[in-house]
């Protein structure tokens, strides 16, 4: 067990400074803080700003977890607390269907429905003209991706919660949500917290239902309608064509390095939360 | 005062409780007895309507308590779960503080609109179970950090908090070390001045020492009720006397 999780905490390190090693050549160039501010973006003149990929990383995870969080924790509230059993044994496996669908099927439904739909009907009413591939489109599949995991999650944790407990609090004279709101979630807080960041590493990682519909244009989105080109787009679009430039090759690894730190970030982030709070109750 | 009549329960098909004609005394101990699964528990469920929780569940008959029926269909089931309140086996502390607990069911049913007095009636309920000596200056801190005695007397004070007037125990002192169970047991005596209390109890000795009145189940069904003298000393049932022999051998 121990020689396990040394062995994967070892592999962590090992990708970290594989990746570092590989992204040297575009380090030396440049300070770390240009590269990740800088906009500009001309691999032939090697000049490589990856602020409009972080920005469009940011964007298109935080509107799907936006929008995945509240559908996810309603929908697992009514499983769990509300629902008859009869709509359990239906939807239970539906969520396994959708949770295991590849994550194409996604994008080719955000292309085949959500992208006409934001260039038709929710565009006009705020500007002249969009293609619908928007961090819009890009925020909806992914979150429409994270929901059946994320509901998953949720109905475990609720599920954990001891029967007597929710007695105790009904026995008091509370209703159901009261009960819900107050104990339930209160009790599975931590669990909550953990499985939202697990979800929004999961929509940052997420590579081909995004680049489908994010539009895949160059520049820092400076609201919903506008297209976006997050990390993962950018290295598996390019990952063929940059053979051919040294440079590029690196830049395109300092790229995939970006997201692991963020991503890695997030999790110690929530990990020292989620100890705080069973620190408190325990 | 509570009348049971003619109370059947149904589980999916199974009969559970079979007419059940019983009157549950104020401020007084009533002691529910009978081998296990005979259904003490249901039916102590059925008085405060947790049973509701339960899925593919019939309830036919009446409960009327002070002189409202709680099966009725215009029963307010939360006030007469304030009403009604809930001691179960294992204590079963809220997530959060020990104030918090106690407090708890006053926010809920609104009880007090100024904080002082909130603060005041959680102290006042805390000693009342004895426990605010205890728990000096760690009223603020995680309930679960109690020992289960105190859990259990925390469980208590909550339930009084809401100003009940009927306390269900089901084997509230089972779980507990010898001395807090004494401890919980004398509180029971002590507070049937102010509330009447069901029990159900599987030590004969405990229902002796504390009940006024005994009830003893069988299969689902009651098979005998009455004051614990009459039911103790002389039992009218054979079933009943099988059942006292047996279990004092
Ligand atoms: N949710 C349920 N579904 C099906 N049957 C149930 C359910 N709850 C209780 N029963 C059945 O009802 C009967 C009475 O159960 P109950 O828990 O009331 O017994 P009890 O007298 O409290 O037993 P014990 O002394 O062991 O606690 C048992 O036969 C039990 O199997
Ligand atoms: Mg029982």
Known sequence: MLVLTLFSVLFVAVMFVGLYLKSAPVLEGKSVWTLLTASEWRPMKGEFGFFPFITGTLWATMVAILLALPVSLLTAIYLTEYAKPVVKKFVFPALDILAGLPSVIYGVWGVLVIVPWISQRVAPHFVEFSTGYTVMAAGIVLGVMVIPLLVSLFIEIFSSVPKELREASLSLGATRWQTTRRVVLRQTLPGIMASTVL??????GETIAVLMVCGCVIGVPHGLLDACYPLPALIANNYGEMLSMPLYESALMFAALILFVVVLIFNLLSRMVLYRIEKKNA | MIEIQNLNVYIKDNHILKNVNVTLPEKQITCIIGPSGCGKSTLLRTLNRLIDTTEEVRLEGRIMVDGQDSLGHDAEVTELRRKIGLVSQRPCPLPMSIFDNVAYGCRINKMFKKRRELIYHVRQNLRAVGLLDEI???IRTPAARLSIGQQQRLCLARSLAVQ????????????????SAKTVEDLF???KEEYSIIMVTHTLRQALRIADNVVFMYLGEIIESGPAEQVFHHPQHELTQKYLAGAFS
């Open chain 2, 189 to 191: 005596v002590k507070l």
């Open chain 2, 136 to 138: 000096k200056g760690r």
């Open chain 1, 199 to 204: 979800a929004i590493s999961r929509a940052m």
């Open chain 2, 164 to 179: 009940p007037a009927y306390i269900l125990a089901d084997e509230a002192t089972s779980a507990l070390d010898p001395i």
